[in-house]
């Protein structure tokens, strides 16, 4: 076994992890925008372009990150899964009728051991199951996989999540962060408690060093709309955030796809002094050059979900041999070889006699048959050595540090529920600052606001219809702004949740009242802002109290709205969806609140009890005019306002039942967000 965290770059010295070392003057076209680093930087982690990488550069030096390294030795012994297909309708086959459902087994029978300090590369075509063998490993699979996978023959829990990393294919990040952001935000969620905020936020420093991050610290990360940092920086920034628990087993699912060759080296260089400090290292790589191949450890190949080898690196070829397979003499790369086999394609192989005597000809006309030649060749001659190294690995001595927590002893969470709600807060509010106080969102309430305050200038009660009028509006276009504003929210997030979550970063419940949280102030401020403007432009009556309570029936109003929005877009997780069947909704409710029509056949009248606009309308008109105000109706009498027709149907009796109402709608429409959200989660 590799001694753990040994030190690859003996003539480097240990960064401090004081954030503000490295910010000495420097000049703008550095590739630092903060200044020269200190020689410690320079030496483990030269602020480099990417361009800078002919050769592969110094690995990085993780030893100063918090915790003990606990090695993790991964087995796996006949992972299987089979996943259900929905059934399809082929009117051509079938005459329209739907297919029974099928099953498709997308890994079948694949095994392999990798301890600390190796690098193991999982090759493929794409579809042969790379990501989902990851995945099972992962333990983000549950109940979908057989076989046995154990870390040092214990099988997945919660501490042992912990130690590992896990790096997706599609880096999930807040586009509006920056580098610094991010990684500062994911060690105060992810690191334990016994540190201090000073020192969790020195480990982001450490690690935004050794992954020669420095030059773009206080760059947005960016998105598809928003331009940010480069392909290769984003994924440097999601190993970052894993390399940030210290994990002992790293997992990533194709770190280098779309970067060039340099900087896929570059990754691969990283992960390579990794796995060399006593990590366990898995990969799944689509097209190595043979450069990228010289770095792995072992490799596996997979076709169909089929394992065709699982070993060394360098003796595949040996292997190939052995059964008959030799690359033509132009084919330099082992992995165009490996995956051209996993393919069943066998043009560019020369044979001997050997390949001779296991059927040439068929194994040259079909594919299918040639993977096959090569599944069993691996299942008689690889297999049983394989099953004797995993069995035998049992009785393998393990370091005393890597006997991980028992299940009574592991903790569930690394932060309180407190902490997790600050950072989570503070997060939120950072990362959605540009949309909360975007100018065109407060152009957009703004010009309302004036726009119907002049169309409603200085209303008078003689005219009690428009002023009626104006009170309805504000508790429609109350009920559908913040509704369709909410019903994003957790749709858009959900990547992000699901991917922080099954690191056990934080609670459900932490995550959901910080994202409450932070939305209010701009929920709140908008419609503030647009009830003082259009109230007293409209000529509602001047008492302070009647203002005082016209705005907060309306911000009642804006939160049960945001309410059932977060529900929706909790429960569909469609935006699409949701936004349809909101606009639905939110019309039924318009035409049942109340305004438009007075006389609703009695068999559907129920609809305006279900609408909290109904609500929020009455009790805004049952504050506005009082039970013995009365009007200029143009006859000898004035006519008293709760005897017109309008404000008589609507009847403006019994508002604490219609507040009540309301209540119920506020809390139920959250829990409902939240049972949604909760169900919705893998974990
Ligand atoms: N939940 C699922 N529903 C339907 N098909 C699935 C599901 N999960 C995996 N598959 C199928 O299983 C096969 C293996 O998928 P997987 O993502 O593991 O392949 P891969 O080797 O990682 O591919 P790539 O290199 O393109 O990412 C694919 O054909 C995929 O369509």
Not at 167 to 177: C, F, G, I, K, R
Not at 318 to 331: A, E, H, Q, V
Not at 414 to 439: A, I
Not at 584 to 612: D, E, R
Request: net charge neutral; aromatic share 10%.
């Amino acid at each position: 076994m590799m001694p753990i965290e040994q030190d690859p770059t003996p003539n480097t010295k240990s960064p401090s992890i004081n954030p503000h070392h490295h910010t000495s003057n420097r000049s703008s076209d550095d590739c630092s925008p903060h200044g020269e680093p200190s020689a410690s930087t320079k030496a483990i982690s030269p602020c480099l372009e990417d361009d800078d990488f002919e050769s592969p550069p110094p690995p990085p030096h993780f030893s100063v990150l918090h915790g003990s390294l606990r090695p993790i030795i991964l087995k796996f012994e006949d992972v299987t899964c089979n996943i259900t297909l929905p059934p399809t309708t082929d009117s051509a086959c079938c005459l329209g009728n739907p297919d029974p459902k099928q099953t498709r087994i997308v890994l079948n029978g694949v095994s392999g051991i990798v301890r600390p300090g190796e690098l193991l590369a999982m090759l493929g075509p794409s579809g042969s199951g790379k990501t989902t063998l990851l995945t099972a490993l992962g333990g983000r699979l549950p109940g979908k996989v057989t076989g046995s996978v154990s870390y040092n023959g214990q099988p997945f829990s919660g501490s042992i999540k912990r130690k590992i990393g896990f790096v997706t294919q599609d880096d999930v990040l807040y586009p509006h962060l920056t580098v610094l952001e991010t990684l500062t935000y994911a060690a105060l969620l992810r690191l334990p408690k016994g540190l201090t905020r000073q020192e969790k936020m020195g480990q982001a420093e450490v690690v935004i060093m050794e992954l020669g991050l420095v030059r773009c610290r206080n760059t947005m990360v960016g998105g598809p709309l928003l331009r940010g940092i480069s392909g290769g920086e984003r994924k440097r920034v999601s190993i970052g955030q894993e390399m940030l628990v210290n994990p002992s087993l790293l997992l990533l699912d194709e770190p280098t796809s779309g970067l060039d060759s340099t900087t896929a080296q570059r990754i691969l260089a990283i992960l390579r002094g990794l796995a060399r400090g006593g990590r366990t290292v898995m990969a799944t790589i689509h097209q190595p050059s043979s450069r990228l191949y010289r770095m792995f450890d072992k490799v596996m190949v997979l076709s169909d979900g089929s394992p065709i080898y699982t070993g060394s690196a360098t003796r595949v070829m040996d292997y190939f041999n052995s059964i008959g397979f030799k690359p033509g003499f132009n084919l330099v790369n082992p992995a165009d070889f490996l995956l051209d086999l996993a393919n069943g394609i066998v043009a560019d192989t020369t044979q001997d006699d050997q390949h001779e005597l296991h059927g040439r000809s068929e194994r040259h006309d079909h594919a299918s048959s040639t993977k096959q030649f090569l599944i069993s060749s691996y299942r008689k001659n690889l297999y049983p050595v394989l099953k004797a190294e995993i069995q035998q690995s049992l009785h393998d001595p393990i370091h005393p540090n890597s006997r991980l927590p028992s299940r009574s002893s592991e903790r569930q969470w690394t932060t309180t529920w407190w902490e997790q709600f600050m950072v989570l807060l503070r997060r939120g509010l950072k990362e959605r600052r540009h949309e909360s106080y975007s100018g065109l969102r407060i152009f957009q309430v703004l010009s309302v606001a004036f726009i119907s305050g002049l169309l409603w200038w200085h209303s008078d009660i003689s005219h009690l219809q428009d002023q009626v009028g104006l009170l309805f509006f504000f508790s429609i276009f109350w009920g559908f702004f913040p509704l369709f504003n909410a019903i994003f929210a957790f749709p858009q997030e959900r990547p992000m949740l699901i991917r922080e979550r099954a690191s056990g970063m934080y609670r459900l419940s932490s995550y959901y009242f910080a994202r409450m949280v932070g939305d209010l102030p701009m929920e709140l401020v908008l419609p503030t802002i647009f009830v003082t403007i259009t109230y007293y432009m409209g000529g509602l009556k001047p008492s302070p109290v009647t203002f005082l309570l016209t705005l907060s029936i309306t911000l009642y109003n804006v939160l049960v709205s945001q309410g059932l929005g977060l529900a929706l877009g909790a429960m569909l997780m469609d935006v699409k969806q949701a936004t349809t069947l909101a606009s639905v909704t939110m019309l039924v409710f318009l035409l049942a609140g109340g305004y438009y029509i007075q006389h609703i056949p009695p068999f559907i009248n129920w609809l305006k009890y279900i609408s909290f606009s109904h609500y929020c309308y009455k009790l805004l008109v049952g504050v506005q005019y009082s039970e013995n105000e009365v009007y200029d109706c143009g006859l000898e009498m004035p006519c008293k306002v709760v005897d017109y027709p309008i404000i008589k149907h609507l009847g403006i009796h019994d508002l604490g039942f219609d507040v009540a109402v309301l209540t119920i709608m506020l809390v139920g429409y959250r829990l409902l967000a939240y049972v949604a959200l909760r169900m919705g989660q893998p974990h």
